[in-house]
């Protein structure tokens, strides 16, 4: 398996401007994660997916952020309007959930999409 | 809610040397922990996971440890070499999610000097 795909890898863009970021998980993996990575706030979780289901979205700082997973194999985040504030590495996750709980499951990540408004 | 800390930002040590990084967490008591490597530039790489019960794990050079009176853990490379340089994060089960997802340090960076 070629791991977690997310593009683009870099993404710069003004102010205002609406951001899609993709992601393609690992085939057979049933959670899907959303983090944010900022040098001051380290690694946040954004969103997480259950069966392509929205689990708990409480990570999401505000209204101007969306995800959606349409199908197993894809999931998107959308920025908009986009802030400077935004600007950050954003990670897409996947895991293989296992009777133990989420404390159990490996996380496996993809390469990062870097993020800078302008 | 739970806290979770790593508390050194930065370590750097000579070649050769056993490096010990430190997680500390408060609020519950997980019943897993993990480690997890960043490279520059790349997303987190699983390392090891931890059981309450296990209290050490090893890995090659790796070993890790789990004191639940101490709330603590510690990560151990031993014979470290300049390739370990990166920065290093443990995660643990966040309950207060509606199925539990995991919670990461901030990372701490090592760096192993030739």
């Known amino acids: 398996d070629a791991g977690v795909i997310q593009s683009p890898r870099h993404e710069v863009t003004e102010m205002g401007q609406e951001v899609t970021l993709r992601c393609k998980p690992i085939s057979g993996h049933d959670y899907l994660f959303w983090y944010r990575q900022t040098m001051m706030r380290g690694l946040e979780l954004l969103i997480y997916f259950n069966n392509n289901v929205p689990i708990d979205d409480s990570g999401m700082p505000e209204d101007r952020f969306s995800a959606k997973m349409p199908n197993a194999s894809f999931s998107t985040l959308k920025i908009q309007p986009s802030e400077p504030r935004d600007s950050a590495v954003y990670f897409c996750a996947s895991s293989y959930g296992t009777s133990g709980g989420a404390g159990t499951d490996t996380q496996y990540f993809g390469p990062g999409t870097r993020l800078t408004v302008l | 809610s739970q806290k979770i800390e790593q508390n050194s930002e930065a370590l750097n040590i000579q070649e050769g040397k056993t490096a010990t990084l430190t997680c500390n967490y408060t609020?519950?008591?997980?019943?897993?922990l993990q480690w997890y490597r960043q490279d520059p530039g790349r997303g987190p790489v699983f390392l090891l996971l931890i059981r309450e019960n296990e209290k050490e794990k090893r890995k090659e050079r790796l070993k890790v440890t789990f004191d639940t009176t101490l709330k603590q853990s510690l990560f151990h490379i031993t014979a470290s070499q300049p390739a370990d340089s990166a920065t290093y994060l443990c995660?643990?089960?966040?309950?207060?999610?509606?199925?539990?997802?995991?919670?990461f340090g901030k990372g701490t960076k090592l760096s192993v000097k030739p």
């Open positions: 995660a643990l089960e966040d309950y207060g999610g509606s199925q539990g997802n995991l919670i």
């Open positions: 609020n519950y008591s997980p019943a897993y």
